[in-house]
C-alpha cells in the first residue's frame, strides 16, 4: 500500500495544466464515476447531480474509517469535478439566452483501484446521502479523450468565449482543428465556494491535425 499520499495536482500535470499558454496532449484512458443531465447548471436539478458524484466520491475515499478496504487503495486527494457540454440536437440559436437546451455529463475521476466491485461498495456506503433516483444514474465509466486542445481559464464562466477564441487561434496557428462543438471544463477550483473572479477552469477541445495540404490557408 502507497503510503505517501497522491496529490494529482503535483502527479498528473500533463492532464490538469495550470500555465496560461494554451497546448496540445494526448489523454490517455481514466476512470470516472459520471452522471448526465440537461439544463441550467444554476438550477437546484444540476447542484443535485454535482453533490451525488461527490457524496459516491468521498465514499469511496473515507471508506477505511468505517473499516471498509479496499484491495490496493491508497491515500489520495479527490480529483476535480469535470463537465462535458453540449446543446440538445435540435437546438439552434444562441445558448447564452437558451441555458435550458444545454446537455451535460458530469464527473469525478477516480483513483486506479476503483473497480465495478469498489463502486457498488461505494454506493451502499454513501445510500443515505444520494437520493435514489440520481444514485441508479450513476455510472462508472472508462474513457479515453485522446487528443485535444487546452487552455486555462481564470474568471466568471460567462467570459470562457474570450480563451475558447485564444485557443481557436492556437489551433490555427499549430496546424490543428476542432473536432465538433462540445467542450469539456474541469474546474480547478471549487465554483461552490470560490468567488467568480478567482475561479480556475481548464477548458478542453477534442483536436485533429490538419491535412498538410490545408496548412497554407
Excluded at 103 to 108: G, L
Amino acid at each position: 500500500m502507497v503510503t505517501q499520499k497522491y496529490e494529482w495536482r503535483k502527479d498528473e500535470k500533463a492532464i490538469y495544466p495550470t500555465t496560461k499558454q494554451p497546448l496540445i496532449a494526448m489523454i490517455p484512458e481514466q476512470i470516472f464515476i459520471t452522471i448526465g443531465g440537461q439544463g441550467d447548471p444554476n438550477q437546484a436539478d444540476f447542484s443535485e447531480r454535482v453533490a451525488a458524484l461527490y457524496a459516491i466520491s468521498y465514499a469511496i475515499k473515507m471508506a477505511p474509517k468505517k473499516n471498509v478496504f479496499f484491495p490496493q487503495a491508497f491515500d489520495y486527494t479527490i480529483y476535480p469535478l469535470e463537465g462535458q457540454w453540449t446543446v440538445v440536437s435540435d437546438f439552434t440559436g444562441n445558448i447564452a439566452d437558451h441555458k435550458d437546451k444545454l446537455a451535460y455529463t458530469i464527473m469525478i475521476k477516480q483513483p486506479s483501484f476503483v473497480t465495478p466491485a469498489v463502486f457498488e461498495q461505494a454506493k451502499a456506503l454513501a445510500k443515505s446521502k444520494v437520493p435514489s433516483d440520481l444514485m441508479n444514474q450513476l455510472k462508472l465509466e472508462t474513457m479515453a479523450e485522446g487528443q485535444v486542445g487546452m487552455i486555462l481559464h481564470t474568471g466568471s464562466f460567462d467570459t470562457e468565449v474570450d480563451d475558447f477564441e485564444r485557443l481557436r487561434n492556437f489551433l490555427k496557428h499549430t496546424g490543428y482543428e476542432r473536432v465538433g462543438m462540445d467542450h469539456k471544463e474541469i474546474y480547478l477550483s471549487d465554483f461552490r465556494r470560490v468567488p467568480e473572479e478567482k475561479r480556475k477552469t481548464l477548458l478542453r477541445v477534442k483536436v485533429v491535425a490538419k491535412c498538410s495540404e490545408n496548412l497554407k490557408e
